[in-house]
């Protein structure tokens, strides 16, 4: 899909409206970063002196947690369904759900409601990963979602869970209509804004995906990544200054209730741009509003080949209400390893935990949060030499330096905190992580998965993006659990889990080279054409 000067002007116009979908993403998910601290403080403190609330707030999380596994487990459930049909699913499914339910019984429900180091730092963790709950909820739905009230309007539901996210993570006490202590209410509304960023994590690059020509499609979907960036920047600065205005105490009782509520303002604007966004033409097709389509292909292609582009979607769509595993299993794999091991190398513990990382060198809170600034601005930097690159070197040398990048840089980083020397030496290693990520993974994975999925298996992208949620989760709620762990501290000063991270970048590295295949300039219509020639578990060449 080629188009001139001027619809490549409004194509651009239209990718900036919907970034600003990732932009919301990186701000919900970072806002957590400058509030870590204060929300143990807030939070968690006091049920070391109130054995009542402490048992309340217990049974609260336990009853949460339950809850959100069992949300997770029907959505996770009805993937196998769509994978391998109602039957063969539904007995999979089964055999899942005993061994869940045997593991959460004994694991968890069973233990005692006793406020102990494990138990405390496991409700911190929940917490503040709280979010991501929401987040395989919202990625699970996304195409369902996409698929009913379309692209343009999932976006606008999105938006909207932002802002109601905002105000009652802000306000937990004021919002809180169920009658739970104030940290339930805080991690419903977390969870709300996290359905908000599940959906837009999957619905922005698809929309993006779906408006761009081949040539400029890795670059423009790579600009989602990049406001995902720039929205975890931004609000590291808005941190700093928030908790700038007043000492600790003032920020553990005050101060993060206004990192949270900031995020109205970026989720308004986002939720009045989209009115002038108009629908993907192929979503248009698939509803069979072809004129509308056609309408929105002239603006995109211009006239004279708008009508071409469209029966080109409408070949690709015959197979419209196409099983998942269509073009074999493959490519679903792929999908959901690339949303795996994104996760996987840890990423998101420098994100959400970088300030309580740079405290455990030493740093104070503002000189925490300052730094935590440096690694956005380093996060930045390098998604945009991405963008400028991904285009050009193609999708695979840049995840494979990258991966082999973030191993080192994460062994390396372990093994400063083991000898216990985490000075500038450690700042370093994490910003060599950061720029590696950034160059690779953050925004490449991205554009790996809008483009692998072919047309008439386009939803099958929800099951890649819940995995890479579910991933997300393990590794935030896991990360407080192992760092704060005093018997791991001992034995390893901090580096246990930098070095988990290290491994899984290596994983990475040998999973890009010998099983993903090349998508650099490959239209959406010749991916459906390279899968619909593989075996389903062959393995495939670029």
């Not at 919301?24 to 998910?29: E, N, P, S």
């Not at 959406?524 to 060449?541: A, I, N, S, T, Y």
Request: glycine share 10%.
């Amino acid at each position: 899909m080629k188009s001139d000067k001027g619809s490549a002007t409004y194509i651009f116009a239209l990718t900036l409206v919907a970034t600003l979908g990732g932009l919301l993403f990186g701000y919900d998910t970072a806002v957590i970063s400058g509030a870590t601290g204060a929300l143990k403080n807030f939070f968690i403190a006091p049920l070391y002196t109130n054995p009542v609330l402490s048992a309340q707030v217990i049974v609260e999380y336990k009853f949460i947690v339950s809850l959100c596994l069992v949300i997770v487990a029907v959505l996770l459930g009805s993937f196998l369904v769509k994978l391998f049909g109602k039957q063969k699913g539904g007995i999979y499914m089964a055999i899942l759900a005993v061994i869940a339910l045997l593991v959460w019984y004994f694991r968890f429900w069973a233990q005692p409601n006793e406020l102990t180091e494990g138990m405390a730092n496991a409700i911190n963790g929940f917490t503040i990963s709280s979010a991501l709950v929401g987040c395989i909820i919202g990625g699970s739905l996304g195409g369902y979602i996409s698929q009913t009230l379309g692209r343009r309007n999932g976006m606008m539901l999105a938006a909207l869970l932002f802002t109601l996210s905002a105000i009652g993570s802000a306000i937990p006490d004021k919002m809180n209509f169920m009658g739970f202590e104030l940290v339930s209410s805080f991690i419903f509304y977390r969870v709300v804004g996290g359905i908000g960023v599940g959906l837009a994590s999957m619905i922005v690059p698809m929309y993006i995906a779906e408006i761009a020509p081949a040539g400029i499609r890795g670059k423009l979907v790579s600009w989602n990544q990049f406001a995902i960036i720039f929205g975890m920047l931004v609000v590291y600065f808005v941190n700093y200054a928030i908790a700038r205005q007043g000492n600790d105490s003032w920020l553990d009782n005050i101060g993060w209730r206004w990192m949270f509520a900031s995020e109205t303002i970026p989720a308004a604007l986002f939720f009045f741009l989209l009115f002038i966004v108009p629908e993907s033409p192929r979503y248009l097709v698939m509803a069979d509003k072809d004129d509308k389509a056609e309408k929105v292909l002239n603006r995109l292609v211009g006239e004279s080949r708008s009508r071409s582009v469209l029966e080109e979607i409408k070949e690709t769509l015959v197979e419209r209400k196409a099983p998942w595993l269509s073009f074999g299993g493959l490519v679903i794999i792929i999908g959901i390893f690339i949303s795996i091991f994104q996760q996987f190398v840890g990423i998101n513990v420098v994100l959400y935990y970088a300030p309580e990382i740079f405290r455990n060198m030493g740093s104070g809170t503002d000189t925490s949060l300052l730094q935590t600034i440096i690694v956005g601005a380093v996060n930045l930097t390098f998604t945009v030499v991405a963008i400028l690159t991904v285009d050009k070197l193609g999708r695979k040398p840049l995840m494979i330096i990258g991966a082999i990048g973030m191993a080192f840089s994460m062994i390396a980083l372990g093994l400063m905190f083991y000898i216990d020397n985490v000075g500038y030496g450690a700042l370093f290693f994490m910003l060599l992580y950061t720029a590696s990520f950034a160059v690779s993974w953050g925004p490449v994975a991205w554009v790996m998965l809008s483009e692998i999925f072919p047309n008439s298996i386009r939803g099958a992208m929800s099951i890649a993006v819940a995995a890479q949620w579910v991933a997300n989760l393990i590794v935030s709620w896991t990360f407080p659990v192992m760092n704060d762990s005093t018997a791991l501290t001992n034995t390893f000063h901090h580096g246990f889990a930098y070095w988990i991270y290290g491994i899984m970048g290596i994983l990475a590295a040998i999973f890009m080279w010998k099983i993903v295949p090349e998508t650099k300039g490959r239209t959406l219509e010749e991916m459906e054409e390279l899968w619909g020639r593989k075996h389903p578990f062959q393995h495939v060449e670029e």
